[in-house]
């Protein structure tokens, strides 16, 4: 009996221990620099906001917050590299819905429970883009000239996989639009919309805000239920009579079992660099909204986008998961 009741005060004791070591790992978070892997190229929409975002972290972390750009397979070698990577708050991952997309075309193997949320950061709103040539003067005429000429429209779409790529293809199909596809990696959509070798892209805002400026393209429609800052007076594929939506939002997640207590500092500095004045100033710059939500509601946000958009996929043909 005496011995029963040594062992349990061992247990006990050790338990503690273990306890008092995750405490103190955390007070200690960030002892080095935060690795910040982001899912496309430098440039990028992702990336301008991702740097944006780093820079306001690592003021509140009091350490930096480095990005590494790990583009491809539609954010799947960017969430791998991310999963290869000890839960410990070392290496996080500007996530986004492409993570179910990426999983629902089968690029890669998990889907979003293999993270531990931490924070929603953005809304985007992505928009389709022609040629400031081009004969249409909003969706409603691309529409009819679609259905006039099926196939005739073809559709620059950018990283196979991707939310702007999974946006393009539903939103023609959702009105029965025929187009032609033509896939490009993500650094070329524009370039090539801009020579005249597509008609239309499905892009996010920042990607096209300097053409657009420079008067060489022009927005006929944004995909989402509100206008887009950058491009106000351009009416929304709902104002427009259409139903589709494809709003994206964009935030921060880790590797399950990554400390609660380490989570949590990641919240609050991102919490603090989000709601900041320069974050909000660098969005009406950059074409993104500042949406913070804390990691349980933001995990309820991913599991809800999540059930759309396999649903979606299924119906369209491209689920392969």
């Known amino acids: 009996m005496m011995f029963k009741q040594i062992l349990t005060v061992s247990a006990s004791t050790l338990a503690f221990s273990f306890g008092m070591a995750g405490a103190v790992h955390a007070q ?35 350490k930096p917050v480095v990005i590494l750009n790990k583009p491809g397979a539609g954010g799947a070698i960017g969430y791998k590299h991310v999963l290869a990577q000890k839960p410990d708050g070392y290496s996080i991952v500007f996530n986004s819905n492409s993570i179910s997309t990426a999983y629902y075309t089968g690029l890669m193997p998990v889907d979003y429970k293999a993270f531990d949320p931490v924070a929603r950061v953005t809304v985007e709103l992505p ?16 529409a009819a000239h679609g259905k006039q000429k099926p196939g005739d429209i073809k559709v620059g779409n950018s990283g196979t996989g991707s939310h702007t790529h999974m946006s393009a293809v539903a939103f023609f199909a959702e009105e029965s639009i025929a187009v032609n596809h033509v896939p490009f990696a993500a650094a070329q959509v524009v370039t090539s919309l801009l020579g005249g070798h597509i008609d239309a892209v499905v892009q996010l805002p920042g990607a096209l805000a300097p053409h657009v400026k420079a008067g060489t393209l022009k927005i006929l429609g944004t995909l989402a239920t509100t206008r887009e800052p950058i491009f106000p007076s351009v009416p929304t ?73 396999g649903t979606l996929m299924a119906k369209l043909g491209l689920k392969t998961n």
Do not use: C
């Not at 139903?243 to 939002?249: P, S």
């Open 28 to 62: 200690d978070y960030p002892s080095r620099p935060v690795e910040m892997t982001v899912l496309f190229p430098a440039g990028s929409s992702a990336d301008v906001v991702a740097r944006s975002l780093a820079d306001g972290m690592s003021k509140h972390l009091g």
């Open 127 to 142: 928009v389709i883009a022609v040629r400031s040539s081009a004969p249409w003067k909003d969706l409603r005429d691309m």
């Open 237 to 309: 594929s709902i104002e427009q009579g259409f139903k589709f939506q494809a709003e994206l939002w964009r935030g921060i997640a880790v590797p399950k079992g990554t400390p609660p207590a380490v989570v949590a500092k990641l919240e609050d500095a991102i919490r603090k660099a989000v709601t900041s004045v320069e974050f909000k100033a660098q969005g009406e710059v950059s074409g993104f909204l500042p949406a913070f939500q804390p990691a349980k509601e933001f995990g309820a946000t991913v599991a809800a986008e999540d059930a759309v958009i």
